[in-house]
């Protein structure tokens, strides 16, 4: 089990997204993602979030806010546990990142992008400007998605806008 951030940080109608493309023998090689990472030892959520972001990117956050936690289940050895944050100040110069390429990324063309199909489920949520919410997906080792549950409710391909 581990614990992590994720942010997506907005300016002019866009998000900032990392294209993951370093890393070998990583799970997101390849997908595009938000900036984030794993937890330091005695480390806050904020913490976490505010120390990532400034590695990742070089900006130095001055206005976030928390939305949501989302359980990332992988096969039967990866459980991660993201608070996800949305941005939308920032301060700073932007670094090059060695995790991948950051790019701002036009909300409106996210969906073209190679996502995880349970990103898509949480930018509906972030759309909706949802309140806090808990979120549960479950891929197999092949990256499909077999279940979802939204606030400890299943939700079923199909039967809900989200997914």
Known sequence: M???TLCYIEKDGKYLMLHRTVKENDVNKDKWIGVGGHFEEGESPEEC???EVREETGYTLTSWCYRGIVTF????DVVEYMSLYTADGFVGERVA?????LEWVDKARIRELELWEGDLIFFRLLEKNCPFFSLKLVYDKNDVLHYVALDGREIRKGENELW
């Open 2 to 4: 581990s614990l992590s």
């Open 49 to 51: 979030l505010l120390r």
């Open 73 to 76: 289940v992988y096969g039967a």
């Open 97 to 101: 990142c060695d995790e991948g390429e």
